[in-house]
């Protein structure tokens, strides 16, 4: 895991912090992947034959209009979807303190998101195998939050339990 500088207060404890597993993040929705794929090969076949037809013909130019955004929209729900995933997993960090959890998530930016562990208050679960699992938390005062792809969450998940017990 790259080392992570997380923006501690003063008297904060680091209590865990992880990243998700590469090939679970990457791969998660690899069934829109796999169909996006297939459209983007059909739609390239069309576009193909359609460039053909407009060089033979001169004419019926608008004709390509259709497939030209076939082929960039299923690239971008196939390949171009696993490729911007990958791409992005190399920035997404986690942490938890014993006040906030802090979440990395953005490609292009280096900016840190913090959630109060005193406005947490429920989990739900996602399992991908025994110890693979994506975490959907729930604060008060702010839309849901998803941890993809925790290898090993355990130590996070006693951490979560306490928070609920506490309040």
Same mark, same amino acid.
């Not at 460039?51 to 076939?70: G, K, M």
């Given at each position: 895991?790259?080392?992570?500088?997380?923006?501690?207060?003063?008297?904060? $404890?680091?209590?865990?912090?992880?990243?998700?597993?590469?090939?679970?993040?990457?791969?998660?929705?690899? +069934?829109?992947?796999?169909?996006? /794929?297939?459209?983007?090969?059909?739609?390239?076949?069309?576009?193909?034959?359609?460039?053909?037809?407009?060089? /033979?013909?001169?004419?019926?130019?608008? +004709?390509?209009? *259709?497939?030209?955004?076939?082929?960039?929209?299923?690239?971008?729900?196939?390949?171009? $979807?696993?490729?911007? !995933?990958?791409?992005?997993?190399?920035?997404? !960090?986690?942490?938890? /303190?014993?006040?906030?959890?802090?979440?990395? @998530?953005?490609?292009?930016?280096?900016? *840190?998101?913090?959630? #109060?562990? @005193?406005?947490?208050?429920?989990? =739900?679960? =996602?399992?991908?195998?025994? @110890?693979?699992? #994506?975490?959907?938390?729930?604060?008060? @005062? #702010?839309?849901?939050? /998803? +941890?993809?792809?925790?290898?090993?969450?355990?130590?996070?998940?006693?951490?979560?339990? =306490?928070?609920?017990? !506490?309040?």
């Amino acid at each position: 895991m790259k080392n992570c500088e997380w923006p501690l207060r003063d008297n904060e $404890q680091l209590l865990w912090q992880g990243r998700p597993a590469p090939r679970c993040y990457v791969f998660r929705h690899w +069934l829109h992947a796999l169909l996006g /794929t297939v459209l983007f090969l059909a739609s390239s076949f069309w576009l193909m034959v359609g460039i053909h037809l407009v060089r /033979t013909q001169n004419q019926y130019v608008w +004709l390509l209009a *259709i497939p030209v955004l076939l082929v960039v929209g299923s690239f971008m729900i196939g390949p171009g $979807q696993i490729l911007l !995933a990958r791409l992005r997993w190399e920035q997404i !960090a986690y942490a938890l /303190t014993d006040q906030r959890l802090l979440v990395r @998530n953005r490609l292009f930016s280096r900016r *840190i998101s913090s959630y #109060s562990r @005193n406005d947490f208050y429920r989990f =739900k679960r =996602k399992r991908y195998g025994k @110890n693979l699992l #994506s975490l959907r938390l729930f604060f008060h @005062n #702010s839309r849901p939050l /998803t +941890l993809e792809c925790l290898e090993h969450p355990e130590l996070l998940l006693s951490h979560l339990v =306490k928070s609920q017990r !506490a309040r």
